[in-house]
């Protein structure tokens, strides 16, 4: 486990487990021969993609005590058909539970966007077969316009949506549809990155002025900071450079620590440029 202290805040990083990623998926119009010198493939041409859930805690009065989950992971609701390509890894409660976290200490959760990728551990079928909240005490937050989405996907994404995971918590009213640019806890907030959606949204936590910052798909690994690299899943490839350029603009002269949701060995760094302008990543 991966934690550290920012501020009033500690984080720590919790995996699902990881899964197999075809490459040309994982980056997109990038070349093999590009790629495949920052990450390894095999034989089928599959990577090896991480599920990092971050938590925040604290205990300070100023933030008050909480345990904060951003994303829940893929969880445990693969069909036959998508378990074939992904696996079925559903590791994050028993990583929580040795992490001394369990699921009724949690106060609130987080989705940057709900592709089942990012949100499957958000419910579980009960004794009677009905799906319900994981986190019993939590209260749950999701883009509004991504579960907008959600309801009505094109045919080229809709194999990215499990109702399930997201449904029985709206229409409970457990989870609520955020706008985009809200503050979810003192000092935790959310922001719009367009581009691999229409809504992801990046969690940013700040304190004592240091800056963390949850960026999801936006940059799902490492190997994605250039500008260019971007995920065959992007709906908007030209908006993700646009909001790569926002958050650089931003990011790196402040410094903030970005962390990232599919990078299976390096779960946090922070980006700068180098002497020839190119962004590199400085891991812990």
């Known amino acids: 486990m991966h934690r550290l202290t920012l501020g009033d805040f500690e984080l720590s990083v919790f995996s699902d487990g990881t899964y197999p990623l075809d490459g040309g998926a994982f980056f997109g119009v990038v070349p093999k021969v590009m790629w495949s010198r920052k990450v390894e493939a095999d034989d089928k041409n599959y990577a090896t993609a991480g599920l990092n859930t971050l938590v925040i805690r604290s205990e300070n009065p100023r933030t008050g005590k909480q345990t904060v989950l951003v994303e829940t992971g893929m969880g445990n609701k693969l069909s036959s058909r998508m378990a074939k390509f992904y696996g079925q890894p559903a590791g994050l409660l028993n990583d929580l539970a040795a992490g001394g976290i369990a699921p009724e200490d949690v106060d609130v959760v987080i989705n940057s966007h709900l ?3 990012h949100c499957g551990w958000n419910t579980v079928r009960d004794g009677n077969g009905k799906f319900v909240a994981t986190f019993p005490r939590a209260k749950y937050y999701a883009p509004e316009g991504e579960w907008q989405y959600a309801r009505h996907p094109s045919e080229r994404d809709s ?14 009213g457990q989870m609520t549809l ?4 809200e503050e979810i806890v ?19 936590v700040r304190s004592q ?17 250039d500008l260019t690299w971007g995920m065959g899943f992007d709906l908007y490839p030209l908006q993700t450079i646009e909001s790569k350029k926002q958050y650089y603009a931003e990011a790196v002269p402040e410094k903030w620590l970005t962390v990232f949701t599919h990078d299976a060995k390096t779960p946090w760094a922070y980006i700068e440029k180098d002497e020839l302008g190119k962004m590199i990543a400085k891991p812990i």
């Open 115 to 117: 592709h089942f990728d």
């Open 178 to 181: 955020l706008k985009g640019g």
């Open 186 to 204: 003192p000092g935790i907030s959310v922001r719009t990155f367009p581009g691999h959606t229409a809504h992801m949204q990046a969690v940013i």
């Open 159 to 172: 194999i990215s949506f499990i109702s399930e995971n997201y449904d029985p918590l709206v229409e409970s």
């Open 209 to 225: 002025g240091k800056t963390a910052c949850y960026i999801s798909d936006l940059m799902p690994t490492t190997a994605h900071i």
